[in-house]
């Protein structure tokens, strides 16, 4: 009988101890599950991702913490601030990780979670969306599913690795990330002395260089909007450069990059909105004359009929199309680069070429003029292998006959905007802030 109760006992102590083992879990071993309430407020991404994942908690390997936190510190020098971001509260989750209650685990886990998008983000895009801080720019947004990116760093324990992968790649970053790591100190916001006014350049223009398309192409026209030039690019080497006239302060030049897609010999021009309601109404609601001395012709836009000066309504504007015609006095001058965009800009030739000659060459209302345009469209017709020489352009001219050409896409152009120019013996060229962009840039930066 005693044995029966000794092996009885056995069972219940070892019982006992099974249940003790499952309830004292270390905090690493622990599932727990995230009330939807402490998920109030947060970003999409983050709820998204705990839905998706049972609301489980994630972050419990102390390597991807470490690792996380490893990567916050060193992003300093991709000018990430790390007063912005909760380092203190991290440290003190991960160092006491064992310790914490279920409900600090959950609050950690969501910070954790927090930082990993904002910072990721950042890393791939910068920190500040230039389309909703200037309207006219379009940038390159990285394409990245942030929720997989997480779940695939914290599975494969790769934290590191993977928002390296998704940084800038291109040499106009990694020339901008070198001057950045050399001139700008994080913890100095001085930009009253020389040193201060630089380091405050090199800032705004790193993060301008993270919202450039990595895959500029093999050929492409750089058009560098404050240093009022272009310069042809053919395999990474500057083939030709032109002075260009841009967009004047108040009808800024457009930041975007596109590819040719035609080139019109010749061109009609059809007056756009802005020009039209700025310039063309008022001047020719107080003298009629002025359509005959522009050499524009108004038509009708429902019936597409031709309409007089006398019988056009100032007040109905905007229901008449107005097109002025070819030739050497037209607004576009001899010829016009088309490439697709959202803001109906192109380059064109100009029937006003001595203004060229002036160093502040912000002078137009919106598109770019080109000095020797019809040297810049040989240069691009024999990169497209398009068999247009160059006296067939002068033939067209001389006829005034209009002709559109149309071009494969082979070449991409870009209008960007930097105020600090890095070649490539890292010299950095200062240069004036045209559209006065980088006081206003760099006040988000800083926030």
């Known amino acids: 009988m005693k044995w029966i109760i000794i092996v009885v006992g056995a069972l219940l102590v ?23 309430v402490l998920l109030f407020g947060e970003s999409e991404n983050i709820v998204s991702y705990y839905r998706n994942n049972d609301f489980f908690t994630v972050w419990r390997d102390s390597t991807n913490r470490k690792d996380l936190i490893s990567v916050l510190i060193d992003s300093q020098y991709d000018g990430v601030l790390l007063d912005k971001y909760p380092l203190k509260k991290l440290l003190k989750y991960h160092v006491n990780y064992a310790f914490l209650s279920n409900q600090e685990l959950k609050k950690g886990d969501i910070e954790f979670s927090r930082t990993f998008f904002k ?4 890393l791939a895009s910068g920190k500040v969306n230039p389309k909703k801080l200037y309207g006219d720019w379009e940038p390159y947004i990285a394409s990245v599913d942030y929720q997989d990116l997480l779940t695939s760093s914290i599975a494969n324990k790769t934290i590191g690795a993977q928002l390296e992968k998704i ?7 990694k020339a901008y990330k070198k001057a ?59 083939a030709k ?18 590819a040719f897609n035609g080139i019109i010999v010749n061109p009609k021009w059809t007056v756009p909105p802005t020009i039209l309601k700025n310039d063309v109404v008022p001047k020719a609601t107080a003298n009629r004359g002025y359509f005959a001395s522009n050499r524009l012709t108004i038509f009708d836009k429902k019936s597409g009929k031709q309409v007089s000066a006398e019988n056009w309504n100032p007040a109905n504007y905007s229901g008449y199309r107005y097109v002025q015609q070819t030739g050497k006095l037209n607004s576009l001058g001899l010829i016009k680069f088309d490439f697709p965009n959202k803001h109906m800009v192109y380059l064109h030739d100009t029937n006003n070429r001595s203004r060229f000659v002036e160093n502040n060459r912000a002078l137009s209302s919106g598109c770019v003029r080109v000095e020797d345009p019809f040297d810049l469209a040989e240069t691009i017709f024999q ?33 960007v905007y930097f105020t600090a120019v890095i070649d490539k013996t890292g010299s950095i060229k200062i240069l004036n802030d045209v559209y006065s962009l980088d006081n206003i840039l760099y006040k988000r930066l800083i926030q």
């Not at 910072?119 to 950042?122: K, M, R």
């Open 383 to 415: 990169i497209e292998g398009v068999n247009v020489e160059r006296a067939e352009l002068d033939t067209l001219v001389a006829r005034e006959k209009t002709k559109n050409i149309k071009l494969n896409k082979k070449v991409n152009v870009h209008q």
């Open 241 to 258: 450069t032109h002075k260009v006239i841009i967009g004047k302060k108040e009808r800024r030049t457009p930041v975007l990059s596109s």
């Open 14 to 36: 070892t019982a006992c101890n099974k249940t003790e083992k499952t309830i004292l879990l270390s905090n690493e071993e622990k599932n727990i599950r995230i009330e939807s």
């Open 119 to 122: 910072l990721s983000n950042q």
């Open 167 to 173: 940084k800038p790649t291109h040499e106009i970053y």
């Open 180 to 238: 950045f790591a050399k001139y700008v100190p994080i913890v100095s916001k001085d930009t009253l002395s020389p040193e201060g006014y630089l380091r405050k350049k090199i800032w705004v223009n790193f993060e301008r260089s993270k919202w450039l398309d990595p895959n500029l192409g093999d050929n492409y026209v750089w058009i560098n909007l404050p240093e009022y030039q272009l310069n042809v690019v053919e395999h990474n080497t500057i």
